[in-house]
């Protein structure tokens, strides 16, 4: 912006023929482009808003040193542009009301005839315009990605967190399982025989298997609890401030409503379970190892169950 506005204005200030203006302002704008360019990267981006206002202000001083019709108040577009895109609505209306004044100092300053009203009233609808439009364009794009983002890491089938979801959440409870010396606690799930299900039933039976497998635990967890599904028929709970026992009591509710008569049009199904738990644990990778091993043993005692881990290099439940 700021090498543009150099460009234009020592081009225009040497080129015969135009209204004659200060070149000051362009080539002060020229000598902070390196300056932006340097140190730029390395200052906070709220602080960068400033220099929208900065190059409102020094379009007003070339506008104010204009003698006679000129055309340089577009180059007001340019800091709406920047703020208005990147700044969120009190920067821009902050902007806006910049160039309302710096505008009205400018045509002020201009020989008797040239700065009137209707120019400054040109200029203030202009710019309203641009950036009422920006403003509204950028907020639905900003809407746009974050339901994308959103989407990306959710189920669409369950409505849960999917793998990724749940992989990027994790680590906040970690920390903070591990600054608080709490137990965490991880229950995967799997439903039993579902591939019989799908072959017998069809796959939109085996939908609606699911569905029903992932509003059990989107009913029965606490707020703090993460569920999400991390595979075809596999679910997995974390569950912060959680010793294995309170776990355990867990699954077993997930269980027996499972186990229970199903809704109309859901084939019948029940679910194993493996629980594991530790206090402050440095990692998750252990308890979903440990987990899931308690969740094998489960469907190899006979399914419909709940098995807890219980080594205790890997899941140390807490008292």
């Known amino acids: 912006m700021f090498a543009g506005a150099a460009f234009v204005g020592i081009v225009e200030g040497f080129t015969p023929g135009g209204p004659h203006f200060s070149t000051v302002p362009g080539f002060a704008a020229l000598a902070l482009v390196p300056l932006i360019l340097v140190l730029g990267p390395h200052v906070p981006r ?28 577009v180059l007001y577009m340019w800091p709406v542009l920047w703020v208005a895109r990147f700044y969120g609505r009190r920067a821009t209306a902050v902007v806006v009301f910049g160039i309302a004044g710096a505008h009205a100092y400018a045509l002020t300053q201009m020989p008797p005839g040239v700065g009137y009203f209707d120019r400054w009233l040109d200029v203030m609808v202009s710019v309203c315009i641009v950036a009422a439009v920006v403003r509204v364009l950028t ?9 994308l ?13 999917n793998r990724r979801g ?39 039976a085996g939908d609606r298997v699911l569905i029903r497998v992932g509003a059990a635990l989107r009913d029965n967890v606490r707020a703090s609890d993460l569920v999400a599904r991390i595979g075809g028929e596999e679910f997995v709970t974390l569950m912060p401030g959680c010793n294995a026992a309170e776990a355990q009591r867990f699954a077993e509710r997930i269980r027996a409503v499972l186990e229970s008569e199903p809704p109309a049009g859901v084939p019948s199904a029940t679910v194993s379970a493996g629980v594991a738990a530790a206090v402050a644990p ?19 005692a006979g399914r419909n169950q709940v098995c807890v881990a219980a080594d205790p290099a890997t899941a140390r439940a807490a008292a």
């Open 149 to 161: 983002h959103a989407e990306a890491r959710i189920d669409p089938l369950t409505g849960l967190l």
């Open 139 to 147: 907020e639905r794009n900003d809407l746009l990605v974050a339901g």
């Open 282 to 300: 440095p990692d998750l990778l252990p308890l979903l190892r440990a987990s899931d091993a308690a969740l094998y043993a489960a469907k190899s």
């Open 46 to 73: 709220r602080a960068l808003a400033g220099l929208g206002l900065l190059g409102v202000a020094m379009i007003a001083d070339a506008l104010a040193t204009t003698h006679g019709y000129g055309d340089g108040a």
């Open 166 to 204: 749940f992989d990027e959440r994790v680590q906040s409870e970690l920390a903070r399982a591990r600054r608080a010396g709490d137990p965490l606690a991880v229950v995967s799930f799997d439903i039993d025989h579902f591939k019989r299900i799908n072959d017998r039933a069809g796959h939109e």
